[in-house]
């Protein structure tokens, strides 16, 4: 999923609260629990009603983790994403022989 940096509303300091975030979790992904997490996931999406607080924002492997080899941050993304989305198609239909 790409970002539309003109609907991206992000605090000016992002930058100081994500670091934050890196150093006090010491960088272990709060998805797979090992180190070197290198990006800040919002525990609650923006979208449902999360913030930018501290106690909102964990780290996560945005590149692949060097020891399972998860793209956490873009693995939850995509699953919030789809669970995001308004099921398609037609409501099923009762079996002709059951009327």
Known sequence: ???????????????????????????????????????????LNVARGGTHEPNNLAPAHGLPC??????????????ESLLARPRMGRTPERHPGLL
């Open 1 to 43: 999923m790409t970002w539309d940096s003109s609907k991206r509303v992000v605090p000016t300091d992002w930058l100081k609260r994500k670091a934050r975030a890196l150093r006090d979790h010491a960088g272990r992904c709060h998805l797979c629990g090992h180190a070197g997490a290198e990006q800040v996931d919002h525990i």
């Open 66 to 79: 060097p020891t399972c080899g998860r793209r956490c941050h873009t693995d939850k993304t995509q699953a």
